[in-house]
């Protein structure tokens, strides 16, 4: 309880120095670490991670992930597919309302998926591919209808800014990026409405009282912003923040040995990779991408970066996906000399500085990045590569990769619920191949999975595309993702920390502060 009241006291002190506004006594405030600013409130117009983080508690998709990347329900409470899988009937929860007052419906999901299909939002080519019609026969129901049959909707529909947007407020505006509700004053049906935003400081939420699956307890979330992760860690011991999100891998042994402290991993379904721009005139050259990929030591960067918490990586697929791994096209061992000669037979000769050629790698500064990036700079510095390391904050790193105006990067990739996830990272035009990979055969395989039910089936085709990346490599494993929160002992209901499996993975809606 002592501790309790002193972590009120501190709260309340870091309210009024950044500027929020002070709470009646009974009021429970969660303040939780946000890494940088969003860069959009438009969940579906651009994949945006720090954005996700608030998606998640103001929208509500038709369905969702929880935390252990299993689909639940969102505002479709039920569901049915059709014997031959081409027509899919969504219920929708009833009773449901905007944040404005004004009733959702089943044409609110029809506008944003033929909005996202219009407008080229986030998940475009994934939805343009799949559906062939929606239908609404009541407001209560919404219908769609496939192309083919395609296994994978369901993990799509459930998958990452996969939400729905008010059709009466987006059908109105001029620039859906630039309108009020994408830059400062979104409105969902989730269990928190949005207060504010300051830029660099944080993003306020209130509770909404009329949430369709009950108001949350937590009355005021506070999502403050921290770009750099010593001041986010001593924030937290000072009791600044109840919740940390990304724990550097040098504190997780303390936190586990804190027993005022709960701690979550966030692991499944994701992985540290090399994306490579198949554009650059250099990277262009599969010598040079094979050369990169056998001068990674994964053991060291395993070791010295993450502190043991992320394992090597060697193929294109997470292991749990067991049935459609391919263990046969695994990256392989490192091997210096062998990347020495291919850097030779590319036509490349050490210069005066030992170096036979510089690269650049773009990476973000927040949790392991940068220091998987200075153990990648050094291996590579063994095999006569001079790679330059640039660390930006995530809005920046994100911008330049989407531009295409990089040489290699390094991203935590999402690859659940289905292994069709990885269609978004490799797949022509795919929304998430910054690498702007293509290729033919990769493009037929990954369609024809799609039409397959058994897991037999689908996974010889999944494990021939892991055999063509290996050869192409327009992305390279480099270690398993292991990311922690941390909260104090007396906060309850984060998924990832106390394993609530029936709410969004990211979703505060069961968080409560215990006395």
């Not at 050369?291 to 394992?311: H, M, P």
């Not at 510095?381 to 001079?386: R, V």
């Amino acid at each position: 309880m002592k501790r309790f009241l002193c972590i009120l006291l501190t709260m309340v002190l870091a309210f009024s120095c950044f500027a929020v506004t002070a709470s009646a006594e009974d009021e429970k405030t969660l303040i939780v670490s946000l890494g940088g600013d969003p860069m959009t409130f438009n969940p579906v117009l651009k994949g945006d991670d720090f954005g996700h983080l608030i998606h998640q508690n103001v929208f509500d998709g038709l369905l969702e992930l929880n935390c252990n990347s299993e689909v639940i329900p969102g505002l479709a409470r039920t569901w049915d597919v059709s014997e031959d899988g081409l027509t899919y009937t969504f219920h929708l929860a009833t009773g449901v309302k905007w944040h404005d007052g004004v009733d959702f419906s089943s044409e609110d999901v029809k506008f944003t998926y033929e909005k996202i299909m219009a407008e080229n939002g986030f998940i475009a080519s994934t939805l343009n591919a799949d559906i062939a019609s929606i239908e609404c026969p009541d407001k209560d129901t919404v219908v769609l209808n496939m192309k083919q049959a395609d296994a994978t909707l369901l993990g799509t529909l459930a998958w990452y800014e996969h939400y729905i947007i008010p059709k009466h407020i987006y059908e109105n505006v001029e620039d859906w990026s630039t309108c009020e509700a994408a830059t400062s004053m979104p409105i969902g049906t989730g269990p928190y409405k949005f207060v504010s935003y300051q830029s660099g400081v944080s993003v306020v939420l209130e509770k909404n009282e009329d949430y369709f699956q009950g108001a949350p307890k937590i009355d005021k979330l506070v999502f403050q912003i921290m770009t750099d992760a010593t001041t986010a860690v001593q924030a937290f011991y000072n009791g600044e923040i109840d919740v940390l999100d990304g724990v550097p891998a040098s504190e997780v042994l303390n936190m586990q040995n804190n027993p005022e402290i709960k701690l979550g991993c966030v692991s499944a379904a994701r992985r540290f990779q090399m994306i490579c721009n198949m554009k650059d005139e250099t990277m262009s050259k599969w010598e040079v991408r094979k050369a990169v990929a056998l001068s990674i030591d994964r053991e060291e960067i395993s070791k010295k970066a993450t502190n043991g918490l992320q394992a090597p990586a060697y193929g294109f697929y997470p292991p749990f996906l067991d049935w459609a791994y391919n263990a046969d096209a695994d990256i392989g061992a490192r091997d210096v000399n062998k990347a020495m000669e291919l850097l030779e037979q590319a036509g490349y000769t050490k210069g005066a500085d030992g170096y036979y050629l510089t690269l650049t790698l773009d990476v973000f500064s927040g949790g392991t990045f940068a220091d998987c990036g200075k153990v990648i700079q050094a291996n590579l510095k063994e095999a006569g590569i001079n790679l330059q390391l640039n660390v930006m904050e995530m809005a920046a790193w994100a911008e330049k990769i989407s531009a295409g105006n990089y040489q290699l990067g390094i991203m935590a990739g999402y690859q659940g619920p289905d292994p069709d996830a990885m269609a978004k990272r490799i797949g022509t035009g795919a929304v998430m191949n910054y690498s702007q990979y293509s290729n033919e055969k990769v493009d037929e395989l990954l369609a024809q999975a799609r039409t397959l039910t058994t897991h037999e089936d689908r996974g010889a085709c999944y494990k021939e595309v892991q055999a063509i990346l290996a050869e192409d490599l327009p992305i390279i494993p480099i270690v398993e993702f292991a990311s922690y929160k941390a909260c104090w002992s007396n906060i309850y209901g984060n998924p990832y920390i106390d394993g609530i499996t029936d709410i969004h993975d990211n979703s505060y809606m069961k968080a409560d502060i215990l006395e």
